[in-house]
């Protein structure tokens, strides 16, 4: 079966540090993969997709970036964190088709200080 | 384009009473519905979908799901709320393939009183 991992769970990092999130999925081969931002009592934001390796569309222009260094891994990064990046981060995968629904990794609150 | 809209943001029920969640949309396409359920600090669950099957569709945890075509509605429903179902719920559409192809709901959030 397909599992998608998520860490950290939580992150606490100063303004102007960088930040890198890392998901990864087993069980399936060359998914669909998503970044989604949701912030506090606000629905999901798609920040990144990606449909192959270093295949990366950006829906929102903003301070992250992101990375698919391989099949099943998705690496969400920053440089230089502003305190506007808080907010729980979400890893989704699906598969490849029409109308496939979304698995989501558990969540990484992050909290800018 | 699609959208989806979930009429309401909170939604408080006693326990063992009834749930009704609502959900619209607008698509160009014959779309494929989904309702998935987050508590605090988790991620999304999938509780049911609608891939144009049957037009009941039931999920896990007794909630279960209509979609009416006329109305462009997709509405939860559980027969006797439990406290464990206080969390947020999301409804969203999927109108084609492609990985920007999910429209997300706000959400609403379920109460439980007891």
């Known amino acids: 079966s397909q599992t998608i991992h998520q860490w950290p769970a939580t992150l606490v990092q100063p303004v102007g540090s960088p930040l890198s999130l890392e998901c990864t999925v087993e069980?399936?081969?060359?998914?669909?993969l998503y970044w989604y931002r949701q912030a506090a009592g606000r629905g999901l934001q798609l920040l990144f997709y990606?449909?192959?390796?270093?295949?990366i569309s950006s829906e929102v222009p903003q301070n992250l970036s992101a990375s698919r260094p391989q099949d099943r891994q998705f690496i969400l990064s920053s440089k230089k964190l502003l305190l506007s990046d808080s907010g729980f981060y979400l890893c989704?995968?699906?598969?490849?088709?029409?109308?496939?629904?979304?698995?989501f990794g558990q969540g990484t609150r992050l909290t800018v200080v | 384009a699609q959208s989806v809209t979930q009429l309401d943001s909170h939604v408080s029920v006693s326990e063992g009473t009834p749930v009704l969640l609502r959900c619209n949309y607008s698509?160009?396409?014959?779309?494929?519905l989904f309702w998935y359920v987050q508590h605090p600090n988790k991620g999304l669950q999938l509780l049911l979908k609608?891939?144009?099957?049957?037009?009941l569709v039931k999920g896990i945890n007794g909630f279960e799901a209509e979609f009416k075509k006329s109305e462009t509605s997709f509405h939860l429903t559980k027969p006797s709320a439990h406290m464990s179902d206080a969390a947020e719920y999301f409804c969203?559409?999927?109108?084609?393939?492609?990985?920007?192809?999910?429209?997300f709901g706000k959400g609403t959030h379920l109460i439980i009183q007891p």
């Open positions: 969203v559409v999927s109108v084609r393939g492609g990985a920007d192809g999910l429209t």
């Open positions: 698509s160009s396409y014959s779309p494929s």
């Open positions: 990606s449909v192959g390796i270093g295949q």
């Open positions: 609608y891939t144009s099957a049957a037009t």
């Open positions: 069980g399936t081969s060359n998914p669909n």
């Open positions: 989704a995968w699906t598969l490849i088709g029409l109308n496939t629904e979304a698995f």
